[in-house]
């Protein structure tokens, strides 16, 4: 018990130090250029620079004047903006410092940071931007809590004080076909037991495509049209005639299904999508 108080206690002691206004604004240029959206970071009510300082932060877009005009001045850290806004950018927060430490230590095909409290953040990005998660993992009798950060969450970031790079801080996110997807090849791969993230897709070209996967069922259905080397044109028509024929009705535009197929044709994300470990994992 003496052991859980005193690490509970480290971990609320906030890393010391200041950046200045203009090593912020440096930061935030040095972000956009790799098309990320920034904001500045204040203490969050357990003293670490975690928070927002601007509300509709969610609203910021690759603008430098709005992204500069922010008051750097103010910040303790800086935040990127997950999801669209950064090129559907998400990150896997693993909050335990043991299993963070080995997801640092095996997931090298990835932009990696160490946390404040010395957990783990895997960037990534999305083929098609997720909604963010959060479950609980039970791992070496212990509950520990993950979450899935991209649309509409901001993680903070190096040069925050007591945020580091565990990879080069010129990496990279590995491109992969959702951050679920990559998740589950952790799961897998280290046997970290159960969870409840959907690990397999849709199967392609189901005579009739559910409200709730249609996301993921527009996603198979163009890779398999790229993987058989039909032009985009040719496949745009025919995702049409699927979107209008099989794909039941929703909030889900066409806009999105087209952004979806010209994803598929550019990205080049997977071999296969039928199975996760068929594609280039975050594991070396």
């Not at 970071?41 to 509300?55: M, S, Y």
């Not at 039970?138 to 990879?167: C, F, M, N």
Request: proline share 7%; aromatic share 6%.
């Amino acid at each position: 018990m003496e052991g859980r108080e005193e690490r509970d206690h480290n971990d609320t002691i906030p890393c010391a130090g200041r950046l200045t206004m203009n090593q912020m604004r440096t930061a935030a240029a040095e972000y956009l250029a790799m098309g990320w959206v920034t904001t500045p970071l204040t203490n969050d009510a357990n003293g670490r620079p975690k928070r927002p300082i601007v509300e509709g932060w969610q609203s910021l877009t690759l603008d430098p004047d709005r992204i500069y005009a922010q008051p750097w001045d103010r910040a303790l850290g800086i935040g990127v903006v997950l999801g669209p806004e950064s090129d559907n950018l998400a990150v896997l927060d693993i909050d335990d410092q043991e299993l963070g430490a080995l997801c640092l230590d095996q997931a090298k095909n990835t932009r990696r940071i160490r946390t404040i409290r010395k957990r783990a953040h895997l960037y990534v990005t999305e083929a098609i931007p997720s909604s963010s998660s959060r479950f609980t993992l039970q791992w070496h009798g212990r509950d520990i809590t993950i979450e899935l950060k991209a649309r509409g969450t901001q993680v903070a970031a190096p040069p925050t004080p007591g945020y580091e790079h565990v990879s080069e801080p010129s990496a990279a996110p590995l491109a992969v076909p959702t951050i679920a997807a990559a998740w589950q090849q952790l799961v897998d791969r280290l046997s970290l037991g159960r969870t409840t993230v959907l690990g397999n897709y849709p199967r392609p070209w189901e005579d009739v495509v559910p409200e709730g996967s249609r996301n993921n069922s527009a996603f198979v259905e163009a890779h398999r049209l790229r993987e058989a080397g039909i032009p985009m044109d040719q496949a745009m028509d025919i995702m049409r005639f699927r979107w209008d024929s099989r794909y039941r009705g929703g909030q889900m535009p066409w806009r999105e299904v087209e952004r979806t197929v010209r994803s598929a044709y550019s990205k080049g994300l997977v071999e296969k999508v039928e199975g996760i470990n068929e594609w280039v994992g975050i594991l070396d």
